[in-house]
Nanobody, 121 residues
Framework: QVQLVESGGGLVQAGGSLKLSCAAS????????MGWYRQAPGKQRELVGI???????NYADSVKGRFTISRDGAENTVYLQMNSLKPEDTAVYYC???????????????WGQGTRVTVSS
């Protein structure tokens, strides 16, 4: 079984910073991509940022220039450095990984349980 465990959420004032971490554990053969999504109250879950094999990153327009996603491949851990936070960044942030547990299996998508980020104005 594969588990994704997030940490680092909390309450911060507007303009502040937070760093989220997500560690993938279990039987992992290879990772295609890891990323972060968020879901604000009453809204659909949306992509925040993703880092693919080779270090290629993509970000939502709303966070470009403020958030940075990075990955420790050896530890199968992905980070989200969030700077210049705004009240509209308030949401539950979910870690996501596209990986496979064996060379004989196809890639599957896994989700963490979510970590709450609240930005006060």
């Amino acid at each position: 079984q594969v588990q994704l465990v997030e940490s680092g959420g909390g309450l911060v004032q507007a303009g502040g910073s937070l760093k989220l971490s997500c560690a993938a554990s279990g039987k992992i053969f290879s990772v295609n991509a890891m990323g972060w999504y968020r879901q604000a109250p009453g809204k659909q879950r949306e992509l925040v940022g993703i880092i693919r094999r080779g270090g290629i990153t993509n970000y939502a327009d709303s966070v470009k220039g403020r958030f940075t996603i990075s990955r420790d491949g050896a530890e199968n851990t992905v980070y989200l450095q969030m700077n210049s936070l705004k009240p509209e960044d308030t949401a539950v942030y979910y870690c996501n990984a596209d990986l496979r547990s064996s060379a004989f299996l196809s890639f599957s998508t896994y989700w963490g349980q979510g970590t709450r980020v609240t930005v006060s104005s």
